[in-house]
């Protein structure tokens, strides 16, 4: 069964700190999508990243990266110089190739919280 | 990316009663979804919404509890019936995008009394 989990529930850094975090997943299948999501105070998801099984390249955006390992199960976020902008649930989740176009498996989701 | 929308944005209802929640896309979409989040909880797919088609529930959701129309491409509803403190959430409805990555509308804030 397919499965995402971020075991950090909550992560409190302070500005410029360097933060990074962690999800595991869990699939029977080959091809699968990896995505991160971002729920700022507002409510409102923002997508993030969006990884396929057969690209382990690291990616970096600004000061967002991925990393993306097969071996372990794990495609993990990090933020470079944290802001306080960056204070907000982090959610990873996971689609299955033979599932794509249908729901997305959610974590649990970590909280950010940034203080200057 | 699509521009989602919904409505009501929050409401406060009364046990017993019905919230019919709307959603909008900017463009026309085949797979709708439905999603809650309850207070401090991770997201929790409620159904998947085809158009000309009757929606596919997830285990643990009911049609009775929560009827979902698509009457065409671009708009859906889901209605919470009968409500109960515990239907107290964040209603989101999404659209998957060109690579299976999903766009969410901006949620419904429940609240029951």
């Known amino acids: 069964a397919q499965k995402v989990t971020q075991a950090q529930t909550e992560i409190s850094v302070v500005e410029k700190e360097d933060v990074t975090l962690d999800c595991v997943y869990e699939t029977r299948d080959t091809t699968y999508y990896l995505f991160w999501y971002k729920q700022p105070p507002s409510g409102e998801l923002v997508f993030l990243i969006r990884r396929n099984s057969f690209d382990e390249q690291n990616e970096i955006s600004g000061r967002y990266s991925w990393n993306f390992q097969k071996s372990t199960s794990s495609f993990n976020f990090t933020i470079t110089a944290s802001q306080v902008v960056d204070s907000a649930v982090y959610f990873c989740?996971?689609?299955?190739?033979?599932?794509?176009?249908?729901?997305?498996?959610f974590g649990k989701g970590t909280t950010l919280s940034v203080s200057s | 990316s699509a521009v989602i929308s919904q409505k009501p944005s929050r409401d406060i209802c009364q046990r017993g009663t019905s919230l019919t929640i709307q959603c909008q896309v900017d463009?026309?979409?085949?797979?709708m979804f439905w999603y809650r989040q309850q207070p401090g909880q991770s997201l929790t797919l409620i159904a998947t919404a085809n158009q000309g088609s009757e929606a596919t529930y997830e285990s643990g959701f009911v049609i009775d509890k929560f009827p979902i129309s698509r009457p065409n491409l671009t708009f859906s509803t889901l209605t919470v019936s009968n409500m109960s403190p515990e239907d107290s959430s964040i209603y989101l409805c999404?659209?998957?995008?060109?690579?299976?990555?999903?766009?969410f509308g901006p949620g419904t804030r429940l609240t029951v009394t």
């Open positions: 989740a996971l689609s299955e190739y033979e599932q794509a176009g249908t729901a997305l498996i």
């Open positions: 999404s659209v998957a995008g060109r690579f299976y990555e999903q766009y």
């Open positions: 463009s026309q979409v085949t797979m």
